[in-house]
C-alpha cells in the first residue's frame, strides 16, 4: 500500500510538472571525416525534456551545424588514400598521380587537375535521447546535472562529389552515394541549470561529447551549449 501511494505521488508529480521545450545554440569542436579539415563552428538545436522521478528526466534533442572549406583534389587524394589504403602521398603529386594512373586507371591525371580548389561543405543534423539525473544542491535555483544516452549523426560531405567526378572519368560510371553517412553515436553530458522558484523558464549551459561509430565516422565531437527550456 505504502509503495503503490509513493508511486501515485510520482507520477502525480510528473502529471504537474509536464514535459519542458526549449532551444539551444553553442559551438561545436569537429572535424569532417571525409576530408580531415576542420569543421568547428555554431550549432544549433532544440529539445523537449520529459520528466521521469523528480531528479530524473528523459531529453530528446536534436541538433545542426554546417561549415566549409577550400581544399584541393591533391589535398583531399592524399587524405582519403592514406585513411583508405595506408599510403601516404603527401608532398608526393608526382607519386600520386602515378598511383591514380595505375591503380585507379585515371587516364593521365595533370598537375593542374591536382591541385584545382574545391569547396567542400560539411553537414551534422544530430539526433539524440539522454538520461539526465540532477544533482540537488538544497534551496538554491542552480542544478548541476549529469547524463548519457544513444544518439545517430547523418553526415553529408560535399567532398565526396569529387570522389565521384574521379569515378566517373576512371570507370564511366557513378556509385558513390555523397549523401548517404549514418553513423550511431553514444552521447555524454555535463551542464547546469538555472531556475528561478515558480518561474515556467530555466536556462542551461552544457558540454556535450558525442562518439560516432562506424566506417568513416571521424573522431569525437566536443559541442558547448548553451539554452532556455519553458515549463514547470
Known amino acids: 500500500m505504502k509503495t503503490a501511494a509513493i508511486f501515485a505521488l510520482v507520477l502525480a508529480m510528473t502529471a504537474i510538472a509536464g514535459p519542458r521545450f526549449g532551444g539551444r545554440i553553442g559551438h561545436t569542436s569537429t572535424e569532417d571525416p571525409f576530408t580531415g579539415l576542420k569543421a568547428d563552428g555554431a550549432i544549433y538545436g532544440g529539445q523537449v525534456s520529459f520528466p521521469l522521478l523528480p531528479l530524473l528526466n528523459l531529453e530528446l534533442s536534436s541538433t545542426y551545424n554546417s561549415s566549409q572549406s577550400d581544399i584541393s583534389m591533391e589535398n583531399y587524394l592524399v587524405n582519403y ?29 595533370t598537375a593542374e587537375q591536382m591541385l584545382e ?74 551542464g547546469m541549470t538555472f531556475k528561478p522558484m515558480l518561474a515556467p523558464v530555466s536556462v542551461f549551459g552544457e558540454v556535450r561529447l558525442s562518439k560516432p561509430f562506424g566506417e568513416e565516422a571521424g573522431n569525437s565531437i566536443v559541442t558547448y551549449y548553451g539554452g532556455v527550456n519553458l515549463g514547470f
Open 81 to 109: 588514400i592514406e585513411e583508405e589504403y595506408g599510403i601516404n602521398y603527401e608532398n608526393d603529386i608526382d607519386g600520386l598521380m602515378d598511383y591514380l594512373e595505375n591503380e585507379w586507371g585515371w587516364n593521365d591525371p
Open 117 to 190: 580548389n574545391y569547396t567542400a561543405t560539411y553537414h551534422d543534423l544530430g539526433m539524440a535521447g539522454i538520461l539526465r539525473a540532477d544533482i540537488p544542491l538544497g534551496v538554491t535555483p542552480f542544478s548541476p546535472y549529469l547524463g548519457g544516452g544513444a544518439g545517430v549523426h547523418f553526415i553529408v560531405s560535399d567532398a565526396d562529389v569529387m570522389l565521384a567526378a574521379i569515378e566517373q572519368q576512371t570507370t564511366g560510371q557513378t556509385t558513390i552515394d555523397p549523401y548517404d553517412h549514418v553513423f550511431p553515436s553514444v552521447e555524454g553530458v555535463f
